[in-house]
């Protein structure tokens, strides 16, 4: 059979890191290393959009689809293309935010909703789809179907106890784009999974909700397998939290070493988790940890404490310390509170620049997501459910004590400060940064980025309706 996997665009109105990077979609990757026996297509539609001409030219049985919440409206323009090419295809969404939110892709032109860790799943309805053509999958755990005007969920499928039964992704199928993904600074980029899920209770984390607040893990031995087939210089370690289980991450260190495996790693962290475990964060160091992003959230403790975040600024203080020992720099997310002022901004700014460990700083909304706890504490609150806006970057509660229009000016003025600050941190003004082929991209995207948080509140004033936009 051909089966499409698409990764959808975001959304028009989405900002961020959608002008600052273009990574391989790595949850396609590894669905298509699922069904290596058939013929298999992946579309990246953040680099090419011509979905029109892959159907006539691919004539796909299946059509599936990943969709992260601001790929939400443009997911089911991919199914609604792919029903008027052909009726007959099956059409097949997955994903984080499908998965948090199955009843958002109710609708005749979807077919499954997959929801959770995907491959057992998707493995199965496409053997019963090759043998049958009938969507009868009533019997399949873990799906959301639409029949008879009906949206209605499946038996719920547990998550497996580790990521081992993963097929190793595959990379061909992105082979097209390689060439052209990258991360801010680096062009030569690949992404890999170790884990899945968190154990923390951050009250506006989607990561815990995704998994029941459980952390799967692959084993390091598959993961130096698959760092071995990986020929990028620049590895991402998409998970929620790799360093949680610090006896694998010793062992995975162990391996990589053995296989003389010669990398540069960015991965995601927590604050307390490198003050506890100092030494390991050094070993990594060693092998090429050069970039860990930790979200430190605010810069003082009773803001830390709003958000349930379980660290202090203490714990923070020491961890960039032990980070900036070892020689690697830090990615710091600060969250934007809605009773912000200038004098917030301010004090934002000038931890930053008393810390030079600190390379590169997001300022980010508070923002209730879709599928979690606190949006339904807040969903009163609410200002907009158009999810294109649901990316970090937009206000989606109403900011207290300046307007809207205001609170995006000053994210925009300290946004400039923060890129100014990593150029000459990162000294990224050097030939071996300014003369790589990305940078006109890069530096397009960075002062679109700057131009769109300037006029934000224009876009996201007027409520949106939860149905596809038109």
């Given at each position: 059979?051909?089966?499409?996997?698409v990764?959808?665009?975001?959304?028009?109105?989405?900002?961020?890191?959608?002008?600052?990077?273009k990574?391989?979609?790595?949850?396609?990757e590894i669905?298509?290393?699922?069904?290596r026996?058939?013929?298999?297509?992946?579309?990246?539609?953040?680099?090419?959009?011509?979905?029109?001409?892959t159907?006539?030219?691919?004539?796909?049985?299946?059509?599936?689809?990943?969709a992260?919440?601001?790929?939400?409206?443009?997911?089911?323009?991919?199914?609604?293309?792919?029903?008027?090419?052909?009726?007959?295809?099956?059409?097949?969404v997955?994903g984080h935010?499908?998965?948090?939110?199955?009843?958002e892709?109710?609708s005749?032109?979807?077919?499954?909703v997959?929801?959770?860790?995907?491959?057992?799943?998707?493995?199965e309805i496409?053997a019963?789809?090759?043998?049958?053509?009938?969507?009868?999958?009533?019997?399949?755990p873990?799906?959301?179907?639409?029949?008879?005007?009906?949206?209605?969920?499946?038996?719920?499928?547990p998550?497996?106890?580790?990521?081992?039964?993963?097929?190793?992704?595959?990379?061909?199928?992105?082979?097209?784009?390689r060439?052209?993904?990258f991360?801010?600074?680096?062009?030569?980029?690949?992404?890999?999974?170790?884990?899945?899920?968190?154990?923390f209770?951050c009250?506006?984390?989607?990561?815990?909700?995704?998994?029941?607040?459980?952390?799967?893990?692959?084993s390091p031995?598959?993961?130096?397998?698959?760092?071995?087939?990986?020929?990028?210089?620049f590895?991402?370690?998409?998970?929620d939290h790799?360093?949680?289980?610090?006896?694998?991450?010793?062992r995975l260190?162990?391996?990589?070493?053995?296989?003389?495996?010669?990398?540069?790693?960015?991965?995601?962290?927590?604050?307390?988790?490198?003050?506890?475990n100092?030494?390991?964060?050094a070993?990594?160091?060693?092998?090429?940890?050069?970039l860990?992003?930790?979200?430190?959230?605010?810069i003082?403790d009773?803001?830390?404490?709003?958000?349930?975040?379980?660290?202090?600024?203490e714990i923070?203080?020491?961890?960039?310390?032990i980070?900036?020992?070892?020689?690697?720099?830090?990615?710091?997310?600060?969250?934007?509170?809605?009773?912000?002022t200038e004098?917030?901004?301010?004090?934002?700014?000038?931890?930053?620049?008393?810390?030079?460990?600190i390379?590169?700083a997001?300022?980010?909304?508070l923002?209730?997501?879709?599928?979690?706890g606190?949006h339904?504490?807040?969903?009163?609150k609410?200002?907009?459910?158009?999810?294109?806006v649901y990316?970090?970057?937009h206000?989606?509660?109403?900011?207290?004590?300046l307007s809207?229009?205001?609170?995006?000016?000053?994210?925009?003025?300290?946004?400039?400060?923060?890129?100014?600050?990593?150029?000459?941190?990162?000294?990224?003004?050097?030939?071996?940064?300014?003369?790589k082929?990305?940078m006109?991209r890069l530096?397009?995207?960075?002062?679109?980025?700057?131009?769109?948080?300037?006029?934000?509140h224009?876009?996201?004033?007027?409520?949106a309706?939860?149905e596809?936009?038109?």
């Open positions: 059979m051909r089966i499409l996997l990764n959808p665009p975001s959304g028009e109105l989405t900002v961020g890191l959608k002008h600052l990077a990574v391989e979609p790595l949850g396609l669905i298509g290393g699922a069904v026996d058939h013929q298999v297509e992946l579309l990246d539609m953040e680099i090419d959009t011509d979905l029109a001409a159907l006539r030219r691919f004539q796909p049985d299946i059509v599936g689809a990943s992260q919440v601001v790929q939400t409206y443009q997911a089911h323009r991919v199914f609604k293309a792919a029903k008027e090419f052909d009726p007959s295809i099956l059409t097949v997955g935010h499908a998965s948090l939110c199955p009843h892709f109710s005749p032109l979807i077919d499954v997959v929801i959770g860790e995907g491959v057992p799943a998707f493995r496409v019963r789809w090759e043998k049958q053509r009938s969507v009868d999958f009533e019997d399949i873990g799906l959301g179907l639409y029949g008879d005007g009906n949206f209605h969920l499946t038996a719920p499928r998550f497996p106890a580790t990521l081992d039964h993963l097929p190793h992704p595959d990379r061909s199928l992105t082979a097209r784009y060439s052209r993904y991360y801010l600074f680096e062009n030569s980029v690949a992404s890999i999974q170790t884990s899945l899920g968190c154990t209770p009250n506006f984390c989607s990561c815990q909700h995704f998994t029941g607040r459980r952390f799967i893990t692959r031995e598959r993961v130096v397998e698959d760092l071995k087939t990986i020929k990028e210089e590895v991402m370690f998409c998970d790799t360093f949680i289980d610090v006896k694998r991450m010793e260190h162990d391996l990589i070493v053995e296989a003389g495996i010669r990398k540069r790693y960015f991965a995601y962290t927590r604050t307390d988790c490198v003050v506890k100092p030494d390991v964060f070993m990594w160091a060693k092998i090429g940890l050069v860990v992003m930790t979200g430190l959230e605010a003082d009773s803001r830390i404490v709003e958000v349930n975040k379980k660290t202090s600024i923070n203080e020491r961890a960039i310390e980070l900036s020992q070892n020689g690697i720099a830090l990615s710091a997310g600060f969250l934007v509170m809605p009773d912000y004098e917030d901004f301010k004090r934002i700014d000038a931890y930053i620049r008393q810390h030079p460990n390379a590169l997001e300022l980010t909304p923002t209730p997501l879709p599928g979690t606190f339904q504490e807040m969903k009163a609410v200002t907009t459910h158009h999810r294109e990316d970090l970057a206000f989606v509660v109403p900011t207290v004590k809207e229009a205001d609170m995006y000016r000053l994210i925009q003025k300290y946004y400039t400060r923060v890129v100014f600050r990593a150029i000459r941190r990162l000294k990224l003004y050097r030939p071996r940064y300014i003369l082929r990305h006109p530096i397009v995207g960075t002062l679109r980025n700057s131009r769109l948080i300037g006029h934000m224009v876009s996201t004033s007027i409520p309706p939860m596809v936009p038109r």
